[in-house]
């Protein structure tokens, strides 16, 4: 059976129970499934309680390449085929499943658009973002998070026209690789033509409030959600942001977006939590948030933090944006030790090098 003939990952996954395997919690992050015209489905089920694939722990591989069959065997080994690190990835595992910090993910930032804050213009052209994300997903991105709307603060919003010229051509380009692929939109229209070409995961900046029905899609695609709290919008966001406690208030609304999602039909393992860095917070906001991100992890979803290049490391070091990589790095190690999984870069091999030696620690 091929993928494209429709076949269902959740067909797989549920044989596991019955190879006494359990509980299922796994998939490969770099091959989606249940999407037409995908070239390959790959799922690692484990039953290891860190969702690693450590070799010894009994774990069940499901693989199918295009034209083959599902295989289902029970095996001892290491996954099928195709892990570039240690780590399996799983997507709907909760924190207090995790017990160590794996798995941590790297996703890459491919901006396609004039005005982003550190990039903008940079990678418009679409042949220069499908190098870019190329050579991101070469230096270790298990996602590329791909845009074409800036959200700096006072950005103009862009109709779903001109979002979809800029971001389609690029994950056309990007699919099919080993890094899986994001759409970083908020409008239904776009995420439905990026699911038909190769994404799997929406990076939904306004966690469904400014298109709610993105939230029904997501659920019948079946796709995974990165959900992110942003006060307001972004034309207004930084004018005289204030909370009464930031770090309840933002778990607050990631709580009830979360209930939101999981009403409209989206399966709670699907979501990610973001507390959405820089949108709508000042200095000391950011840095509450990042010193007490674990309030946020304790929601038991995934966390995705994207602090790269903001303008508060360039609050507290003077450097330009294209000079806050070590501070980049400091928050992202910081904020992998508190529990955060999935980190939103620009520059992918140097911080996933230093989370893998902070994995490394933080493991023991
Ligand atoms: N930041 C930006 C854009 N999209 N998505 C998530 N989930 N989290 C973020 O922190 C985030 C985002 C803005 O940064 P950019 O202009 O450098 O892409």
Redesign the pocket.
């Known amino acids: 059976m091929s993928p494209e003939a429709g076949l269902d990952a959740q067909a797989v996954l549920s044989v596991a129970p019955h190879l006494g395997v359990g509980p299922v919690c796994g998939e490969d992050p770099s091959t989606p499934f249940r999407l037409p015209g995908m070239p390959t489905l790959w799922l690692t089920v484990t039953n290891s309680k860190s969702g690693a694939s450590s070799g010894a722990r009994p774990s069940l591989a499901c693989s199918t390449r295009s034209g083959s069959s599902i295989a289902a065997t029970r095996s001892s080994g290491a996954p099928a085929k195709k892990a570039r690190t240690s780590s399996t990835w799983v997507p709907g595992i909760r924190a207090d499943d995790t017990g160590g910090v794996d798995p941590w993910r790297v996703?890459g930032?491919v901006?396609v658009?004039p005005d982003?804050?550190?990039?903008?213009g940079e990678f418009l052209a679409a042949a220069d973002a499908i190098a870019h994300g190329l050579r991101l997903a070469a230096d270790g991105a298990h996602i590329l998070?791909i845009?074409g709307e800036?959200?700096?603060p006072g950005a103009q919003p862009v109709d779903a026209d001109e979002e979809l010229r800029r971001v389609l051509p690029v994950i056309e380009g990007l699919a099919g690789g080993e890094a899986r692929i994001s759409i970083?939109t908020t409008k239904v229209e776009v995420a439905s033509r990026a699911f038909e070409a190769g994404a799997t995961i929406v990076?939904d900046?306004s966690a469904f409030r400014f298109e709610p029905e993105l939230a029904g899609l997501v659920a019948e695609a079946g796709v995974d959600c990165?959900l992110?709290h942003m006060l307001g919008e972004p034309r207004t966001m930084q004018d005289d942001p204030g909370y009464d406690d930031v770090v309840a208030d933002v778990r607050a609304f990631l709580e009830e977006r979360l209930a939101f999602a999981t009403t409209a039909g989206v399966r709670e393992e699907r979501i990610w939590l973001?507390p959405?860095?820089?949108?709508g917070k000042t200095l000391e906001h950011n840095l509450e948030l990042l010193r007490r991100l674990d309030e946020i992890v304790a929601l038991g979803r995934p966390v995705?933090?994207?602090?790269?290049?903001?303008s508060f490391l360039g609050k507290l070091t003077g450097k330009a944006e294209k000079e806050r990589l070590p501070g980049t790095i400091a928050t992202n190690v910081l904020a992998l030790e508190r529990g955060a999984r999935i980190f939103?870069v620009?520059d992918v091999a140097e911080a996933a090098q230093a989370l893998a030696v902070a994995a490394a620690v933080v493991r023991g």
């Open positions: 996703m930032v901006n658009t982003s804050f550190s990039d903008g998070d845009g800036s959200t700096r970083d990076n900046v990165c992110m973001d959405g860095i820089g949108f995705v933090v994207g602090t790269s290049r903001k939103r620009h």
